[in-house]
């Protein structure tokens, strides 16, 4: 039974990770950047709240339709700053930048709010604590099932925008070929900076849903990055419902490891993740994988 | 009168010049023939008038307008639109997601009269682009074009790559398109082709323009030299 | 025309590097036990900056997972020392460990490219770092001390420990150097420039990048080595932290990235950076990763790079020039 319940928890788990992954995945498929800052963004999107709960007393899910628009701008403001600029160079340039932005960000957060651990779990009400018991060794919480619910109508709605929106075909377009976009009179700058947005207001969201499931501080940005990382790749980069899968995946693998011995949970999803690696990449020649 | 008019460009790959200090006029309603052979700059020409390569230097007047400085996708808006070498559709689009992503403007053509002009294209409507053949996916490109309502349309090399029979099949198509008034300039390998479509011929040779004229009124021994650099300008 | 590989200019400062070295080995004899210390970690990270320059400037692998060595050397020290091995060789032990494991770790790794090898890197490094954790007798979470170093007299100590310093500097930067200078150093700067371009030419690229990968894991254990030596005490959280990885892309990218003489230029201003601002405080760090974004956006060359690029200087005949000679009078 434990194991069936850790599958369960591993699914929850895992659909909070897909969140988090989900403006990786936005970010990687249509620019074919990874942004090392989008960890960092998320926990900036949970500080946010949490300074709109404390000064207003209100719940953490209203306060985040609060914070949605500051992120968005946030997000505009990323895309024709830096990752603009960095779109232009080589390969590496916006890895650097962002993993510059990345320690900048955690830092200025360290400044504002000092290292203290902080959670919204208190704030968020019901939800939080209740729970249905449905055998002896297999509990399904409340949280959980709307983090689950919630992950799937986002993937869901992503999914429709690209496949059935103009909008969606032009963002498709772009990341195609974006010099050809531009020749039918797609504004590849508009569509990146679209991108970016939707992708920074999906990392705040999982922003929200770590401060409401876990804790966070200053600092947490970096493991939520390598967790958002191993779920994109999991499930196959490009791939919009491939991110979902793959974050369940190390969800489901972080607590079945877990259920070994409790200091082995995020080891078990970072073999998870190294053995995706070596089979998706090391199965032949370095030739065969030339094509980025 | 004078829809496009190019003046003194000179556009680069880093130190490599592809066009230099070229100057030229499209008239509106003419159709022009680009010829030259590979590497002579045609498809750098065609795209700095798009918007697709930042020129070094020079202008580009559309319609009285300078747009030298606009970016690509503001040029479709004002009616200029290219077919790409290489038709550049984009492969996980459908045939009818290709036509409809390109930016509309008021006018003839909508997926409706494109597919009519087109009507190979119908039953592949629903068709991923990288499923297509050569033919179909030129027709797409031109019919992707098309949806702007150009008022003047650039074509890249359209015959590239395709069978003969193709290549007339979209040459028949292009005489309707250009038989309703469109002002047209395109890059054509094939000369014969050329003459027959265009009304004014243009050969470049490294990047500079060596021979000019009516199509009717050139004869075939003064643009293959011409073509070939056989007799070099002093 | 002749291809020219020393100039006056190049031979002068190679003849002043040289002597710089000799000089330093004089540092423990001259100044106290605290300075001596300061300097070693000057050292340290001119070394740390050459090895992720070697990675990223000379074979295009940005990784962020470096520290995966650091902790390897460190921790290998003490693991050997525990062993009953003498201090001093223990390190030279744990230095070869790091580079011997950097092998298997790149056959697997370099067949990833960009993004995947950033991130693998540091998933690698985290992985060591909970397995190291997990062991009580290498201190789990809260760390361990290297008491054998106890057996000297501080001043020794100190002196044998920036000797060894300045020794792995320097055998690490010859290395480097001649490997610049060799046949494979051109064909690590075709890569560099064009890697399919080089491999149509037939440059065994992935040969040539497991040579930079091993040389860096070698280099970032001997990086390791040396913290443990001089700190006397490591704990997981730091010695595997990301944050030396931040170091190392700050010298390189302000620097110079793919320059020899910029990571050491980048390194003597981290130092400089952090022996006038309280290390560690979170303004600091706001500044350095500003500065590295800002250099890789804006200064993608570096200082080094920029100074080389405008001056045509070359300091360290690490490259060619194609030199005129009289009597070349005759043109195409």
Redesign the interface.
Known sequence: MTIVNAVVQGIFLGAFYAVLACGLSIMFGVMRIINLAHGDIAVLGAYVVFVIVESTGMSPFIAFIVALPVMIVLGYVLQLTVLERSLKSGILTPLLATFGLSIVIQNLLLIRFSPDVRSLGGNAGAVTTSSWQITSGLSVSALGVVILVVAVLVFGALQLFLSSTRAGWRMRATAEDADAAELVGIDSRGVYARATALAVAIAALGGLFLAIRSVFDPLSGPTQLIFAFEAVVIGGMGSLWGTLLGGLALGVAQTLGANINPEYSALTGHLLFLVVLVVRFGGGRLSLRTAR | MTLLRVEDLDCRYGLLQAVRGLSFEVAQGETVALIGANGAGKSTLLRAI???HKPHGGRVVFDEADVTSR????R??LGI??V?EGR??????TVE??L????ARRGRWNVQSVLEVFPLLQPRRHTAAANLSGGEQQAVAIG??L??NPRLLLLDEVSLGLAPIVVDAVYRSLAGIINEGTTVLLVEQDLTRALKVAGRVVCMLEGRIVLEGEAASLDRDSVVSAYFGLKRPA | MRVQRWTRTSKAFTGATVALAALLATVPLLFEASVVQRLTNLLILVLLAAMWNALAGYGGLLSVGQQAFIGIGAYGTVFFAGLGVSPYPAMVLATLLAGAVSVPISLFALRLRAAQFAIGMWVIAEVISILVRLDQNLGAGTGISLLQLNQYEPNFRQAYTFWLALGFTVIFLAALFFLLRSPLGVSLQAIRDDEDAARSLGVRVAARKRLLFVLAGFGCGAAGVLIVANTLFIEPGSIFSVQWSAYMIFMVLVGGLGTFEGPILGAILLFAIQTNFTQGGPWYLVGLGATAALFALVLPRGLWGTIEERLGLRLLPVGYRVVEVKGDERTA
Do not use: I, K, T, W
Request: charged share 15%.
């Open positions: 798009a918007g697709a970016a690509a996708h503001s479709v808006a639109a290219l790409p550049r559709l984009f492969p996980g689009l997601e290709n409809r992503v390109a930016a992707r074009a949806m702007s």
